[in-house]
C-alpha cells in the first residue's frame, strides 16, 4: 500500500509512560510508581468535577450537547468574550490540529521557538509543510521577527510558558512579534499553563480577551493541567469570531464526549480547586530549586507545574531517566528534543520525596 508521503517525514509523537507499562515491565507495585512526567496535576481534579462525571455515567447512551452550550457560557464568562468566539477541542491539541489544517499545505512554513511542544511540528508535518525554528528555546523577539521577515510563514507559535522548557514570554514581548506580523500570518498564543505563569508574575499575563483585537491571532487553553482534566481531554481556542467559524468547518461532530463535557463545566465552576492545585505546587517547586542548587545543576526558572533540569556533559540525561524508570519514578527525557535534560512534573510532597531520593541516588 501507498500512503501519503508526508508520513515518512513524522516521527510518531511519544507520550509519557503511563504507570501500567512501568508495572508491567518492572514489576513495580502500581503503588509504588510515581509519574512525574506528563504534567498532570498531582491532586487530582476537583470533587465537584468528579460528582458531575458520575451524576452523567447514565447518560452514556446519548450523544452529547454538541453546541456545547453551557460550556461555552461557562468559559465566556470566565474570559469575558463571546460564545462565537469559542472553539472546544478533544484536548487544546484537537484545535491545534484544525489549525493546522485550516491554513497548511505543502508550500507553507511554520515559524516556533527551538525547543517547544512537538505537536506543533508534526501537524505540520502532516500538512507537508516546511518547519522553521529561531535559535532559542526562549521566544526572542529579535529571532522572531528576523525569520518571520525572512520567511514569511503561514504560522507563528508563540508557547507561552514553554513546554518542555519551562519559561515563559512577557506580555510585553509577546505583543512585540504579534505587532510584527501582518495579517496573512496566524499568531498561536498557546497557554496551556498560563494559570501558573499568571500566578508567579502578572507581567506574563496573556488573557483571551488581550488578543480579540487582533484579526489573526488565536489563544489556545486546557483544562489538563491547572484544572485537573487530563484524562477528560477538554481544551479551547478563543479568536474573533470569523477565524473560529473557519475552524469549525474541519470539527468532526460530537468531538467532546459527555463525560468529558459535564466535567470540564463543573470545572468552572470550582476556581478554589484551582488556586488550592497553584498553591501547592508554588510550595513545592522550591524545593526542586533547592535540590538542583545543593547538587549543582542547572534548572530553568520554571513558570509551570513542571521544572527542567539541565545536565552536565559528565552527566546523561537519557540514562538518569532511564534508572529513574527502573526504580518506578517517570520522568521526561529532553534528549529527543536535543537537550541533555530532563522534564519533571512538580507533585505532591511525598512524590517529590521519593524523585529526590531516587535521583540523588542516580547521581
Ligand atoms: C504547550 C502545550 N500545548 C498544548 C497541549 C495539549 O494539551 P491538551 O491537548 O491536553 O489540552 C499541551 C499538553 O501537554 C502543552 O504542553
Same mark, same amino acid.
Request: hydrophobic content about 40%; some cysteine; overall charge negative.
Given at each position: 500500500?501507498?500512503?501519503?508521503?508526508?508520513?515518512?517525514?513524522?516521527?510518531?509523537?511519544?507520550?509519557?509512560?503511563?504507570?501500567?507499562?512501568?508495572?508491567?515491565?518492572?514489576?513495580?507495585?502500581?503503588?509504588?510508581?510515581?509519574?512525574?512526567?506528563?504534567?498532570?496535576?498531582?491532586?487530582g481534579t476537583s470533587p465537584k468535577v468528579t460528582q458531575a462525571i458520575i451524576d452523567n455515567a447514565t447518560k452514556a447512551?446519548?450523544?452529547?450537547?454538541?453546541?456545547?452550550?453551557?460550556?461555552?457560557?461557562?468559559?465566556?464568562?470566565?474570559?469575558?468574550?463571546?460564545?462565537?468566539?469559542?472553539?472546544?477541542?478533544?484536548?487544546?491539541?484537537?484545535?491545534?490540529?484544525?489549525?493546522?489544517?485550516?491554513?497548511?499545505?505543502?508550500?507553507?512554513?511554520?515559524?516556533?521557538?527551538?525547543?517547544?511542544?512537538?505537536?506543533?511540528?508534526?501537524?505540520?508535518?502532516?500538512?507537508?509543510?516546511?518547519?522553521?525554528?529561531?535559535?532559542?528555546?526562549?521566544?526572542?523577539?529579535?529571532?522572531?521577527?528576523?525569520?518571520?521577515?525572512?520567511?514569511?510563514?503561514?504560522?507563528?507559535?508563540?508557547?507561552?510558558?514553554?513546554?518542555?522548557?519551562?519559561?515563559?514570554?512577557?506580555?510585553?514581548?509577546?505583543?512585540?512579534?504579534?505587532?510584527?506580523?501582518?495579517?496573512?500570518?496566524?499568531?498561536?498564543? @498557546?497557554?496551556?499553563?498560563?494559570?501558573?505563569?499568571?500566578?508567579?508574575?502578572?507581567?506574563?499575563?496573556?488573557?483571551?480577551?488581550?488578543?480579540?483585537?487582533?484579526?489573526?491571532?488565536?489563544?489556545?487553553?486546557?483544562?489538563?493541567?491547572?484544572?485537573?482534566l487530563?484524562g477528560m481531554?477538554?481544551?479551547?481556542?478563543?479568536?474573533?469570531?470569523?477565524?473560529?467559524?473557519?475552524?469549525?468547518?474541519?470539527?468532526?461532530?460530537?468531538?467532546?464526549s459527555t463525560l468529558s463535557l459535564a466535567a470540564?463545566i463543573a470545572a468552572?465552576?470550582d476556581?478554589?480547586?484551582?488556586?488550592?492545585?497553584?498553591?501547592?505546587?508554588?510550595?513545592?517547586?522550591?524545593?526542586?530549586?533547592?535540590?538542583?542548587?545543593?547538587?549543582?545543576?542547572?534548572?530553568? @526558572?520554571?513558570?509551570?507545574?513542571?521544572?527542567?533540569?539541565?545536565?552536565?556533559?559528565?552527566?546523561?540525561?537519557?540514562?538518569?531517566?532511564?534508572?529513574?524508570?527502573?526504580?518506578?519514578?517517570?520522568?521526561? @527525557?529532553?534528549?529527543?528534543?536535543?537537550?541533555?535534560?530532563?522534564?519533571?512534573?512538580?507533585?505532591?510532597?511525598?512524590?517529590?520525596?521519593?524523585?529526590?531520593?531516587?535521583?540523588?541516588?542516580?547521581?
Amino acid at each position: 500500500m501507498r500512503f501519503n508521503k508526508v508520513l515518512d517525514g513524522i516521527k510518531t509523537y511519544e507520550a509519557g509512560k503511563p504507570i501500567e507499562l512501568v508495572v508491567r515491565e518492572y514489576g513495580i507495585k502500581p503503588t509504588d510508581v510515581v509519574k512525574l512526567a506528563s504534567n498532570e496535576n498531582p491532586i487530582g481534579t476537583s470533587p465537584k468535577v468528579t460528582q458531575a462525571i458520575i451524576d452523567n455515567a447514565t447518560k452514556a447512551h446519548l450523544y452529547p450537547d454538541d453546541s456545547m452550550f453551557e460550556l461555552k457560557d461557562a468559559l465566556s464568562k470566565r474570559f469575558d468574550v463571546n460564545s462565537d468566539q469559542i472553539i472546544i477541542g478533544a484536548g487544546s491539541d484537537q484545535v491545534l490540529e484544525f489549525i493546522s489544517r485550516a491554513l497548511l499545505d505543502e508550500d507553507s512554513t511554520i515559524l516556533t521557538s527551538a525547543v517547544t511542544f512537538a505537536m506543533y511540528d508534526i501537524y505540520a508535518k502532516q500538512m507537508g509543510a516546511t518547519i522553521i525554528k529561531t535559535p532559542s528555546y526562549e521566544h526572542k523577539v529579535d529571532e522572531f521577527v528576523e525569520l518571520y521577515n525572512k520567511h514569511k510563514p503561514k504560522i507563528v507559535y508563540i508557547c507561552t510558558p514553554n513546554n518542555p522548557t519551562g519559561d515563559a514570554t512577557s506580555k510585553e514581548d509577546v505583543f512585540k512579534i504579534i505587532d510584527a506580523v501582518d495579517s496573512d500570518t496566524l499568531v498561536v498564543v @498557546d497557554g496551556a499553563y498560563m494559570e501558573y505563569a499568571s500566578s508567579k508574575d502578572g507581567r506574563y499575563l496573556i488573557t483571551p480577551k488581550d488578543i480579540l483585537e487582533y484579526e489573526n491571532v488565536i489563544y489556545l487553553g486546557t483544562f489538563s493541567k491547572a484544572y485537573g482534566l487530563g484524562g477528560m481531554r477538554v481544551g479551547y481556542g478563543i479568536a474573533n469570531s470569523a477565524l473560529i467559524s473557519q475552524l469549525y468547518k474541519l470539527r468532526p461532530p460530537f468531538n467532546i464526549s459527555t463525560l468529558s463535557l459535564a466535567a470540564a463545566i463543573a470545572a468552572c465552576g470550582d476556581e478554589e480547586f484551582v488556586q488550592e492545585s497553584i498553591k501547592l505546587h508554588f510550595e513545592q517547586i522550591t524545593r526542586y530549586e533547592e535540590f538542583a542548587k545543593a547538587n549543582n545543576i542547572e534548572y530553568i @526558572d520554571s513558570y509551570t507545574n513542571f521544572i527542567t533540569y539541565i545536565f552536565a556533559d559528565t552527566q546523561n540525561s537519557s540514562h538518569i531517566a532511564s534508572e529513574l524508570l527502573q526504580k518506578g519514578v517517570i520522568v521526561r @527525557d529532553l534528549a529527543s528534543y536535543g537537550m541533555n535534560a530532563i522534564r519533571i512534573t512538580v507533585g505532591t510532597a511525598k512524590q517529590n520525596d521519593r524523585l529526590f531520593e531516587e535521583l540523588a541516588k542516580v547521581l
